[in-house]
C-alpha cells in the first residue's frame, strides 16, 4: 500500500472562509493543502455573488460591535480589488423615533469615525445617498461576489497543494499527528496541524473526534427581481446597498432601460433545503417595500428573474467559532460564520494563522483583538471545564450554550 501524504497544515474546505485562511497561510510563507468535496472552490453557501459588509451597529452586544468593527477593517484591507464599495444605509427602525444628536453620540460611543459611521435625518439622507428615511449612513459599506472572492485567493501557487472532489468523513489522532480519513475509511492523508472549514460538516468531523458542537442550518432565498423602464418603483430604486430588515443592493440598470434588483433574504432556521421557494420571493418583495419604506409599490411589478438559495451555518449563540481547539492540539476550526461570511472570514484568517504559527499575542492586539474578544470566539466557549485533552474526551464535550444575551 502506498504511503499517504504527509502535509504539515491542512485546511479542509474551499469556501470563503478556508480559501481566506489558506491565501493567509501562503502569504506568510507556508506551504498548504486544501481539501474539498466538490470539484472547485466556493460551490456551497460562497456560490453566493450578492454579499455585503458593514460594521454592525445595533444596540445590546457590545462584544458583536467590536468584533465587527475589527473584522470590517480587515476585510476591506483584504479584499480592496474586489471590493464593491457604494455605501450601505441602514434606516432607522420603523417603530423607533430618531433624534440625530442621540444617534451620533451613540456611534461615537462605539469608536466609530464619521467616515464609517454617520447618523443622518431623512432630508440629509436623501441629499447623501438618495433615500428618504432617517438612519445611518455606512459610506464604506459594500458588497462581495463571495465566489470570484473564494476563487481568487486559490489561484496557482508553489506551495498549495488543492484535492477536489475528496470528502473527508472523520479526523483520528495518530501518534502526534492527526490522519484525515475518506468514507472508505482509507486514511487520505495526514497532517501536523488541521484547519476545519467546512461550515456544517464541521458538526460531524468534529464528533469524530468527540466534540459536539451547537451548529444549526439556516436557510436563506434572495430574489434577483427585474422591474420595468415605465414602472413606478423605478423612481424609489436604490442607488445604493440598504441594510435593515433584510437587505438589498444598488438596483442596476440594464440595456432596454429596465432594472434588475437584489433583495433578500428568508431566514429558515433548522431548514437545509436548497429548493427555490416561491413564499421566500413573496416575503422577498415585502422585505423590498419595507427597505424603501414604499408600501404602495406594487408587489406584482418585482418580477422574479433568479435567485440565490444558500444555507447558512449557525452557532448557538450566533457568534461565529474560530480558533484553536485546545483540547486537541493541532485542530482549528473556523465556522458557523452565518450571514457575516465576508467580515468573519478576514478575522479567522488573521487569528487561526496567528494561532497556528504561534505568533505572539501583541501582534493580534495591535489589530484590535483583546483577550475578551478572542475567548467569545473560541471553541471552548461550548465546552464545561475545557479540561486538557485526552482525559476529558467523553465528558468535556458536552455543549453549553452562554447565558449572555444572543448576538444576532
Ligand atoms: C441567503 C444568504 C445571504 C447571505 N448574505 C450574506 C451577506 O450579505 N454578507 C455576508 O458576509 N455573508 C452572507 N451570507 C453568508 C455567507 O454566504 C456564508 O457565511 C459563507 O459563504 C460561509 O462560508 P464557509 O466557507 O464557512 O462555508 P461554505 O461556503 O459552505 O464552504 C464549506 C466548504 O466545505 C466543503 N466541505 C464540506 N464538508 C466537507 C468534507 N467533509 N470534506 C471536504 N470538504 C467539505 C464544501 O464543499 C464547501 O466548499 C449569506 C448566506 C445566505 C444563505
Known sequence: MIKPQHHEIVVIGAGICGSTITN???????????IDAASSPATACSSHAYAIAHPHIGRGSPRLLRLTHIAFLLAEARWGTVWNQHG??????????????????????????????????????????GIKQSGVWLSRGASLNIFEASNALLQEHDDLTCLWNTRVTKIEQVNSQWALLNQAN???????????????????????????????????????????????????????????DGYCLPAQQLEDGGYRWMVGSSFDEGEDDLGSRESSDAFNREQAQG???????DLKALIKADDFVGVRCVAGDRLPIIGALTQRPGIFLATALGSRGILWSALAAKLITAQLLGDNFALLA??????????????ARFFAGALPAPAALASNSKPILPSAPRAK
Open 291 to 297: 427597505l424603501l419604506a414604499y408600501f404602495e409599490g
Open 186 to 244: 482509507e486514511v487520505i492523508l495526514t497532517a501536523d496541524k488541521v484547519v476545519v472549514a467546512t461550515a456544517m460538516d464541521s458538526k460531524a468531523l468534529m464528533s469524530s473526534i468527540g466534540i459536539k458542537l451547537p451548529l444549526k442550518p439556516v436557510r436563506g432565498q434572495l430574489s434577483i427581481f427585474s422591474i420595468k423602464k415605465e414602472d413606478a418603483w423605478v423612481s424609489r430604486l436604490p442607488r445604493v446597498g440598504i441594510s435593515g
Open 366 to 379: 495591535r489589530l484590535g483583538f483583546a483577550a475578551d474578544l478572542v475567548a467569545a470566539l473560541a471553541p
Open 88 to 129: 450601505i444605509f441602514q434606516p432607522t427602525k420603523k417603530d423607533k423615533h430618531f433624534d440625530r444628536a442621540e444617534a451620533t453620540n451613540y456611534l461615537k460611543s462605539l469608536d466609530l469615525d464619521e467616515d464609517i459611521a454617520i447618523a443622518l435625518d431623512a432630508l440629509e439622507a436623501e441629499k447623501i445617498c
Open 24 to 34: 493567509e497561510l501562503l502569504q506568510r510563507g507556508q506551504s498548504v493543502c486544501i
